[in-house]
């Protein structure tokens, strides 16, 4: 089979690269061939046994879709997008890259499946987010509340994923929404994403470096690792999408977990040394953001499709470990 | 005041002009300018003691909305929109008018918003529809249940929600958008909804003509009359919006009843003779949309800011007698 990954370069994206690279199949089916884009070229995943064509490619661009979609990917991995903060100060940027560049993918795969007479219709996992939820909110959210963001980065999401509804049932493409927990332990430098500083306050201390921490403790968060958020896309692919119906967004699995109870997980690992080196630092921008997000749900849709998170967050500490920590202290 | 209203040849539209033009103000304010446009230029309200210019205007085009935003009108009302047969039957012209054209508005005013320097941010009244809910449902669907329709036309109206709440939040525009119940009686020549039957199994009899049945007795429907549509968007215009917070999408009041009921009430007006004149023809495309409608809301937000419907079908057809009746048997 041949699959398209778009945003491949980015830390999720890249976790996808080298799983796929090591697993070599989606779902029993060996990949052939892959196609891995981002603004900048995505690394060359190590250890793949299939033919990975890896290029810089803006998706803002009008013909960027329809050249890779030409290729007729069986699966597209969707997970280009400008981040919370940025699409935040960035309105325009925000809206072109986050819901008209995927439109337009929409668009290309429609006509290249008119081009093949109807026979073409990939598989697309499309990168989503809680971000699509905002206060008010129930203490635990379940698969029928309202979708209601608070914020442009989270607007984007949430129609998208009303488009890719549609065109999955009009049978344009096979497509489903993996809503996605805020991922930690993030490896790698801070992003522009206002959430960033939830795995800084791991990684930072347990590399023996400061952190900042913009919010108060009490600030809950619904979280799932690097790891699994590379299994939630994988599993994905592979699903059998008819036991959907009509709803294709899924709220994935992941841990509730309040920032002081990450402090304690930080604790249990580095010790009172990596706790002391966060500093807290009020930041109203983001803690208004971060205040907007929901930190509890009952993601049983998704569970009951087989998606699968971590339990704790000493398990998140756990895999970060066993992932990342040596890139970090390195 | 000056206003602007889009879709003012509509049905719906006309009802507004007619109230705007028996009131002559909207809360308390006086309106001075009206502009009236539609696809086809909108009749002169009859008895109007404000300035009403009436235009032919396609919204499609990537000037009109500047055009008409360079006056700064203080409310606009948004009704244009391809209906929901049309838009399941036309992909490329529903998300064109319903979602594009629609942006273009919003997008509109922010440009003129900067050149006032930030002065300008007009009342945005757009009619949404309960087409954004989909099965399955519950019995009755309270404010906070999931958005996720089973439409294009569905889609398109729950995009511009999130984006007219997106433009709200940022201060470009004062936005509400009101889900509006299924409309009837309509009176005059059927449209392409798919709902359009649910008026005529009423208004045809009643004028001695046959209508045509397409769907089961035991579907529910929620509805309410074109007069009380007309009286939600002229609350709406003046209505304290920071109550709302960022949710500015708001299910109206109506009245849920099913065909069997509507046939019952149908009979107490027009007897025996007008029950016969319904002619049972199953038709398999409009069961199909009309089945995904839900038929009965707990729309309380709406009711606590005051929003009133009809409290019983026999209500509307009342209000259909006084309003409509006479020009269609004429």
């Known amino acids: 089979m041949r699959i398209l990954i778009l945003g491949a370069a980015g830390m999720i994206g890249r976790k996808l690269c080298a799983k796929l690279a090591a697993d070599?199949?989606?779902?029993?089916?060996?990949?052939?061939?892959?196609?891995?884009?981002?603004?900048?070229?995505?690394?060359?995943?190590?250890?793949?046994?299939?033919?990975?064509?890896?290029?810089?490619?803006?998706?803002?661009?009008?013909?960027?879709?329809?050249?890779?979609?030409?290729?007729?990917?069986?699966?597209?991995?969707?997970?280009?997008?400008?981040?919370?903060?940025?699409?935040?100060?960035?309105?325009?940027?925000?809206?072109?890259?986050?819901?008209?560049?995927?439109?337009?993918?929409?668009?290309?795969?429609?006509r290249e499946r008119a081009r093949s007479g109807g026979a073409y219709r990939p598989r697309l996992v499309f990168a989503s987010s809680i971000a699509v939820f905002g206060a008010p909110c129930p203490e635990t959210i379940d698969d029928d509340f309202l979708v209601a963001p608070l914020t442009s980065y989270g607007v984007q999401k949430a129609m998208v994923e009303l488009l890719l509804a549609d065109y999955s049932r009009r049978g344009i493409i096979d497509g489903v929404a993996l809503r996605l927990p805020t991922v930690v332990v993030r490896p790698g430098a801070p992003n522009r994403a206002a959430s960033g500083f939830f795995s800084s306050i791991i990684r930072e201390p347990l590399a023996g470096r400061e952190a900042i921490l913009p919010v108060a403790d009490a600030t809950r968060l619904w979280c799932a690792s690097p790891r699994a958020a590379a299994s939630f896309f994988v599993h994905a692919a592979a699903l059998d999408l008819e036991r959907l119906g009509p709803r294709r967004s899924l709220t994935m699995p992941g841990v509730s977990v309040t920032v002081a109870e990450q402090v304690e997980a930080l604790r249990r690992v580095g010790g009172e040394a990596a706790v002391r080196l966060i500093r807290r630092q009020a930041d109203e921008s983001i803690a208004d953001i971060v205040a907007g997000w929901p930190g509890r749900f009952d993601a049983r849709r998704a569970r009951t499709l087989g998606f699968v998170a971590e339990t704790s967050f000493d398990e998140i500490v756990r895999v970060y470990l066993e992932d990342d920590h040596v890139a970090a202290v390195a």
């Open 24 to 110: 070599g199949a989606i779902g029993g089916r060996a990949i052939d061939e892959a196609r891995l884009v981002d603004v900048a070229a995505p690394p060359q995943p190590a250890g793949a046994r299939f033919a990975a064509l890896c290029a810089a490619v803006d998706l803002a661009s009008e013909l960027a879709a329809a050249e890779l979609v030409a290729e007729r990917p069986d699966v597209v991995f969707h997970l280009a997008a400008v981040v919370s903060g940025e699409a935040e100060s960035n309105f325009d940027k925000g809206y072109a890259v986050n819901l008209d560049a995927t439109r337009r993918l929409f668009e290309a795969i429609r």
